[in-house]
């Protein structure tokens, strides 16, 4: 059976992360500015550097760093995510698709998967949704894993 809840809209917010903010601390940081209890979002731009990481049982994640070559950034052609409240600390989950350009006689390099960590550079532009409608206990019911 597929765990389901249902949800009412809230409100739309667009936000641009300037250059040396980290994902994914600014993304708890803007859901607790705005109050959210429960917030999603999309958006694209680029990165100083990136961790992305990649689910493998049982040990659980394998990281690898993507870093930036010198006057170009790590392309975000799409970060999405959401945020939310526990009822004790902010959980954020984001994943991404990243690309990279090593040398110019090189075809660029494409990742995508769970985004750890990224420095901002030149900018993000995100697009978010905080669903003010929401019960805590419904999203425990349908996400329990985000509250373990």
């Known amino acids: 059976m597929v765990r389901r809840s249902k949800i009412g809209i809230g409100e739309l917010y667009i936000a641009k992360l300037d250059p040396g903010e980290k994902i994914p601390d600014i993304l708890a940081k803007l859901a607790e500015d705005l109050r959210a209890g ?14 992305i990481g990649f689910f493998r049982e ?17 392309e975000a052609a799409s ?34 998967g769970h985004l750890v960590e990224a420095e901002v550079s030149p900018l ?9 409608k929401i019960d805590i206990s419904t999203l425990k019911e349908t996400l329990t894993h985000r509250f373990q």
């Open 38 to 51: 429960f917030l999603v979002f999309y958006g694209l731009g680029g990165f100083k550097w990136a961790k």
């Open 58 to 74: 049982p040990q659980g994640y394998t990281i690898i760093e993507i870093t930036a070559p010198s006057r170009s950034a790590v």
């Open 79 to 112: 970060i999405v995510g959401s945020v939310l409240w526990t009822g004790e600390k902010y959980h954020t989950h984001v994943h991404a698709t990243l690309g990279v350009v090593n040398s110019s006689k090189e075809p660029p390099t494409t990742y995508a």
């Open 124 to 132: 993000v532009e995100l697009f978010v949704t905080v669903l003010s």
